[in-house]
């Protein structure tokens, strides 16, 4: 059965940084694209950050490039998203996805999303 599961949201202030892990069970994750999106009150679920597999190439939105770094971890078979340098407007509900078809931050090229984690950045 697959599975992805976020963590590590949380609320922070302007200029902090959080640590999302989005851990998938169910299939080998380094044979699929993972991608991070977002999704704020009222917005459409938007593409941030993806990871190919095979080689691990990256791809940033501009919104959040510089600032935002993913990273992949196969042995625990878990995807990271480091946030630095958080602003207001990156407050969000955070979702990892999973493709099989290539890596991208369309959010119809993905089959299967985690249940979210709430990112808050507020003073």
């Known amino acids: 059965q697959v599975q992805l599961v976020e963590s590590g949201g949380g609320l922070v202030q302007p200029g902090g940084t959080l640590r999302l892990s989005c851990a998938a069970s169910?299939?080998?994750?380094?044979?699929?694209?993972i991608g991070w999106f977002r999704q704020a009150p009222g917005k459409e679920r938007e593409g941030v950050s993806c990871?190919?597999?095979?080689?691990?190439?990256?791809y940033y939105a501009d919104s959040v490039k510089g600032r935002f770094t993913i990273s992949r971890d196969n042995a625990k078979n878990t995807v990271y998203l480091q946030m630095n340098s958080l602003k207001p407007e990156d407050t969000a509900v955070y979702y990892c996805?999973?493709?099989?078809?290539?890596?991208?931050?369309?959010?119809?090229?993905?089959?299967?999303w985690g249940q979210g984690t709430q990112v808050t950045v507020s003073s």
């Open positions: 996805g999973r493709s099989g078809f290539q890596a991208t931050m369309r959010v119809y090229d993905y089959d299967y």
């Open positions: 169910g299939f080998t994750l380094d044979y699929y694209n």
């Open positions: 990871i190919s597999s095979g080689d691990g190439s990256t």
